[in-house]
């Protein structure tokens, strides 16, 4: 299909809705029957998916308030029981129910389909909804509400806790696709290529996971990565280097990072331990990133603004931008 076609498509669309919602009225219940008679005139339209799915909006839209929260009181308990149960299942090492609960919660993920306008995305905060919606300029982003992509996290892990590895890169792709900035399941999925011992594979991963962290500590996984990637490969020195580096980011890490410096000790029998601005060095002229990238960071940053504008830096997610904003200040300051 051309761009031009796309276009001309898109066009219709934002036609017939913007005419369906300038003959909507005060009155509710009028307005619902008819839209669900415009529902009915444009169900054999080409673009009748995406039409039918915003009609089903104002549908909502049009419910009373009261009946609103009673709706998705009701679909938010029912979906969230199974994702509550298979988190205690799995607590309690019981994996066969886990992967049943938390299959029925990511089933009901299937009604959020991409289409031409609209894309979904199941963020775990709002940082990420706003880094979701600067990949895709030419669609909506919709956030799916619930916590898809981490329930397909979780079944990625029974499947590799089962050696089921070609399960769990499937599960884990799955909550990649639907929360790009997932950093627990991009590197939980560079841990399934590695039982599959495939470095290539490793290798790409890891560098297509750089341009979706932005959490300190994931920027720490994503330089032990590497220092696992080069120790496979026999660059020994660059591993080192990386191990080093990673600290700044991820200090919990640190009697990690000091196995595997003994392990590179004993393997070149050079136990020099290099300053974190050497190792800064050294990764640069290497030709690997040294920072977060910086779309990222302004996307962090710009959220701070608004934060502090709005007086918000006590609340739940005021807090979260602002002490990862504060990180990214510190190293360019």
């Given at each position: 299909?051309?761009?031009?076609?796309?276009?001309?498509?898109?066009?219709?669309?934002?036609?017939?809705?913007?005419?369906?919602?300038?003959?909507?009225?005060?009155?509710?219940?009028?307005?619902?029957?008819?839209?669900?008679?415009m529902c009915e005139k444009y169900k054999n339209h080409e673009m009748a998916n995406e039409i039918i799915k915003e009609l089903g909006r104002m549908i909502f839209e049009n419910t009373s308030e009261e009946k609103q929260a009673e709706l998705n009181e009701m679909i938010a308990k029912d979906i969230i029981s199974h994702f509550e149960k298979g988190e205690e299942y799995m607590r309690k090492g019981n994996f066969k129910n886990a992967k049943k609960e938390l299959e029925q919660f990511v089933k009901t993920s299937e009604i959020f389909k991409e289409d031409r306008i609209n894309i979904p995305y199941s963020p775990r905060?709002?940082?990420?909804?706003?880094?979701?919606?600067?990949l895709n300029?030419?669609?909506?982003?919709?956030?799916?509400?619930?916590?898809?992509?981490t329930g397909y996290l979780r079944l990625g892990s029974i499947a590799i806790e089962e050696n089921n590895i070609e399960k769990a890169i499937e599960y884990l792709n799955n909550s990649i696709k639907l929360n790009p900035y997932n950093g627990t399941a991009r590197f939980e999925l560079i841990d399934a290529l590695k039982r599959k011992g495939n470095l290539k594979l490793i290798k790409e991963e890891i560098d297509k996971s750089y341009k979706f962290v932005y959490m300190p500590n994931d920027l720490g996984r994503f330089y032990r990565d590497l220092g696992y990637y080069y120790i496979e490969k026999g660059d020994f020195r660059l591993a080192k280097y990386l191990y080093v580096y990673s600290i700044q980011f991820d200090n919990t890490k640190k009697d990690f990072v000091i196995n595997e410096l003994q392990y590179i000790f004993q393997r070149t029998g050079d136990d020099k331990v290099p300053s974190v601005e050497e190792a800064y060095k050294y990764i640069e002229n290497e030709n690997i990133p040294v920072f977060f990238d910086k779309d990222?960071?302004?996307?962090?940053?710009?959220?701070?603004?608004?934060?502090?504008?709005?007086?918000?830096?006590?609340?739940?997610?005021?807090?979260?931008?602002?002490s990862i904003a504060d990180f990214y200040l510190k190293f360019i300051s």
């Amino acid at each position: 299909m051309g761009l031009f076609f796309n276009k001309k498509e898109n066009s219709d669309y934002e036609k017939i809705i913007a005419e369906v919602r300038a003959n909507l009225t005060d009155d509710k219940e009028k307005n619902i029957k008819y839209i669900k008679e415009m529902c009915e005139k444009y169900k054999n339209h080409e673009m009748a998916n995406e039409i039918i799915k915003e009609l089903g909006r104002m549908i909502f839209e049009n419910t009373s308030e009261e009946k609103q929260a009673e709706l998705n009181e009701m679909i938010a308990k029912d979906i969230i029981s199974h994702f509550e149960k298979g988190e205690e299942y799995m607590r309690k090492g019981n994996f066969k129910n886990a992967k049943k609960e938390l299959e029925q919660f990511v089933k009901t993920s299937e009604i959020f389909k991409e289409d031409r306008i609209n894309i979904p995305y199941s963020p775990r905060n709002p940082i990420e909804f706003f880094l979701c919606s600067n990949l895709n300029k030419d669609k909506k982003v919709r956030d799916m509400v619930m916590d898809y992509s981490t329930g397909y996290l979780r079944l990625g892990s029974i499947a590799i806790e089962e050696n089921n590895i070609e399960k769990a890169i499937e599960y884990l792709n799955n909550s990649i696709k639907l929360n790009p900035y997932n950093g627990t399941a991009r590197f939980e999925l560079i841990d399934a290529l590695k039982r599959k011992g495939n470095l290539k594979l490793i290798k790409e991963e890891i560098d297509k996971s750089y341009k979706f962290v932005y959490m300190p500590n994931d920027l720490g996984r994503f330089y032990r990565d590497l220092g696992y990637y080069y120790i496979e490969k026999g660059d020994f020195r660059l591993a080192k280097y990386l191990y080093v580096y990673s600290i700044q980011f991820d200090n919990t890490k640190k009697d990690f990072v000091i196995n595997e410096l003994q392990y590179i000790f004993q393997r070149t029998g050079d136990d020099k331990v290099p300053s974190v601005e050497e190792a800064y060095k050294y990764i640069e002229n290497e030709n690997i990133p040294v920072f977060f990238d910086k779309d990222n960071v302004g996307i962090v940053l710009s959220l701070q603004r608004k934060v502090k504008e709005d007086k918000q830096e006590n609340s739940p997610v005021g807090q979260l931008i602002c002490s990862i904003a504060d990180f990214y200040l510190k190293f360019i300051s």
